[in-house]
C-alpha cells in the first residue's frame, strides 16, 4: 500500500523537459534533435509563459508521453508601450507579430496573443492608396507659330 502510494505520487511529479526549437524543423520533427535547455519542476502546457531563472520560454511543440516540450525562448515587456501602425498585429509584451492579422476582425477588446496569451486590444486602422498603370499616352497635336512674341524676336 505504501509503495503503490509513492508510486503514484512519483507518477505525479511534475516535470518537463525544454527543448530549444528557435530552428524548428530543420532538423525534424523529433524534439530531442534540438538543443536540450534542461528540466523544469512544472508541467508546461500551451500559451503559458514559463520563467525559468531570468528566462522567459514558450511552448510551441508538446511531447505528453516523454513530458517534454520545445519551447522559444521570449522577451516579455512588463511596462509596454502602445504598438502604432504596424502591418501585423503586434504583441506589446512579447513582440510576437500575427502573420494571419488579416483574419482577425476589426477591432477587439479582449483579443489574446496566440504565444504568450497576454490579452491586448487593438483596432484596425485602413488606409487608401492607389496604384496607377499607363494604358493610352495623351493625344498631341502639331502646330506651328504663326507670330513670335516680342520677348523671344531678336
Ligand atoms: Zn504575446
Known amino acids: 500500500m505504501f509503495e503503490n502510494n509513492l508510486d503514484r505520487k512519483e507518477c505525479k511529479k511534475m ?3 525544454l527543448y530549444d526549437i528557435s530552428n524548428w524543423c530543420r532538423k525534424g520533427t523529433e524534439l530531442e534533435n534540438y538543443p536540450y535547455i534542461g528540466e523544469i519542476d512544472i508541467d ?3 500559451g503559458v509563459v514559463a520563467k525559468v531563472g ?4 514558450t511552448a510551441g511543440v508538446l511531447n505528453h508521453s516523454n513530458k517534454s516540450a520545445g519551447v522559444r525562448k521570449i522577451e516579455i515587456d512588463f511596462e509596454p508601450e502602445d504598438n502604432d ?4 498585429l503586434t504583441c506589446p509584451f512579447c513582440g510576437y507579430q500575427d502573420d494571419d492579422s488579416w483574419e482577425l476582425s476589426d477591432s477587439e477588446d479582449d483579443h489574446e496573443c496566440s504565444r504568450c496569451s497576454a490579452t491586448i486590444s487593438y483596432e484596425r486602422v485602413v488606409t487608401v492608396e492607389y496604384t496607377s498603370l499607363p494604358v493610352k ?9 504663326i507670330q513670335r512674341s516680342g520677348l523671344n524676336a531678336k
Open 137 to 145: 499616352p495623351p493625344e498631341i497635336v502639331n502646330a506651328n507659330l
Open 15 to 17: 516535470s518537463t523537459k
Open 54 to 57: 531570468d528566462k522567459y520560454y
Open 85 to 88: 501602425y504596424e502591418n501585423n
Open 44 to 46: 508546461l502546457t500551451l
